[in-house]
Every structure is written in structure tokens, then in C-alpha cells.
């Protein structure tokens, strides 16, 4: 019988390679991070208006 670990991932930000992040958020596996990233912020549904505020739009 194959046993089932749930893992819990997480994801952080750094302002240097090799610095330890502040701050951790939950992740989703398989995922993208910004989309974990942009739902611990709570910037709402990317794919709606101006709701992608990472620069990626027009302008």
C-alpha cells in the first residue's frame, strides 16, 4: 500500500541571492509563482482590467 505525504510549499522573496526571505507565502504545486504571490497580496483576478499591477500591461 503507497502511503500519501501532503507536502505544504511556500515560496519567498529576497532582495539578494543567498539572503534568507522575510516573508513566506503559500504555494500552489504545480503552479506559477507570481499567481501565489498576487493571491497572498490579494490583488484580486489577474486576468480582470488593471488587476495585473507587475507592469505587464499596456503602458
Given at each position: 500500500?503507497?502511503?500519501?505525504?501532503?507536502?505544504?510549499?511556500?515560496?519567498?522573496?529576497?532582495?539578494?541571492?543567498?539572503?534568507?526571505?522575510?516573508?513566506?507565502?503559500?504555494?500552489?504545486?504545480?503552479?506559477?509563482?507570481?499567481?501565489?504571490?498576487?493571491?497572498?497580496e490579494g490583488w484580486?483576478?489577474h486576468t480582470y482590467?488593471?488587476?495585473?499591477?507587475?507592469?505587464?500591461?499596456?503602458?
Open positions: 500500500m503507497k502511503k500519501i505525504t501532503a507536502l505544504n510549499w511556500e515560496v519567498g522573496w529576497s532582495d539578494h541571492a543567498g539572503q534568507f526571505p522575510d516573508r513566506w507565502v503559500p504555494a500552489t504545486v504545480p503552479g506559477a509563482v507570481q499567481l501565489d504571490w498576487a493571491r497572498a484580486g483576478d482590467g488593471e488587476n495585473c499591477p507587475i507592469g505587464l500591461g499596456p503602458g
